[in-house]
Each structure stands twice: as C-alpha cells, then as structure tokens.
C-alpha cells in the first residue's frame, strides 16, 4: 500500500490540532477550577528562553496551513498573531483546521516533487522537494510547537495525558 502525500499531511494536522484544542479547553477549565489567571498558562513557557504557550500554538497553526498550502500549490493565508486569551486561540485552530480541510485530495497528491521554497529563519531561503518539505521540515516543526505546546500545560498541573495529546484517531 502506497501512502500518499495527503494522508501524511491534512489527517495528521486535522487530529493533532484537533487534540491540542481540546488540551486547551481543559487548561482553561483548570485555570477557572483552580482559580488561576489565564494568563498565567497562556504566558507559561518551559524555559525562559522558549516561546510561551500562546505562541506555540500560533506557530503550530501557521505550520499546519503553511505546509499544507505549500503542498497543494496555494497561497498560504496570513494569520495576524493578535490572540490574547484561550477563545482567541480556539478561533485560530478552527480557522485552521476550515482552511487545511477545503484542500483537495487533488491538490496535495502528487506533490512529493513539487518544489517548495520557505524564507523563514537561517539560511534565509530553503529549497526542498514536496516530500522532503513535509517529513523533513513540516512535520518535525508542527509536532515540535504541538508537544511544547502540551508539555507547558502538564508542567502547569492541567490533568493532560498521552490519551490528550495524541487526541481522536
């Protein structure tokens, strides 16, 4: 059996973002519970030199459309990064998951060959293939901000667990 290029891309992003949007409901459910500020989970980070929660999980939705637009040969929609509680960030997932899931199978398979060319971080420009781009580069960063994003909320005391993070499959 052939795997192809939109099975390991738009089901894996629509579960795991699916799990992390649930992890956030139950961080905001603590902080209420627990009587904590939001902010105080929503500014936490593992390290001082680490991006806090909510830029984790800004960066895991910029991942999983940017890498699934770059696939099917579409624009990658831009996302002002404005959100400052957890319904801003469910907001953000949902507009994520509309947009990953209006792709075609169409559009994506085929695209292991497809030449992809990101400008972010050092070397300023990087050139992969399709195939490369997603298991290389896209799906390393996207599970990188997706289990951070998980591990400030267990190491905050939200009652999360593998079963979370891994989410419906």
Known sequence: MTLSMYQASVPVFKQMLGALSAVLAKAEAHAVAKK????????ARLFPDMFALLRQVQIACDFA????????GAEVPGFEDK????ADLQARIEK?????TSLEVSQIDGSEERRI????GTPKEKIF???SYLLNYGLPHFFFHTTTAYAILRNSGVDVG???YVGTY
């Open 36 to 43: 904590i500020e939001p902010n105080a989970l929503l500014q």
């Open 117 to 120: 060319v990101t400008q972010a």
């Open 65 to 72: 459309k940017g890498v699934s637009a770059r696939l099917a």
């Open 83 to 86: 959100e400052e509680t957890f």
């Open 96 to 100: 994520t998951l509309a947009f990953v």
């Open 129 to 131: 293939t399709g195939q």
């Open 162 to 164: 593998k079963k979370d």
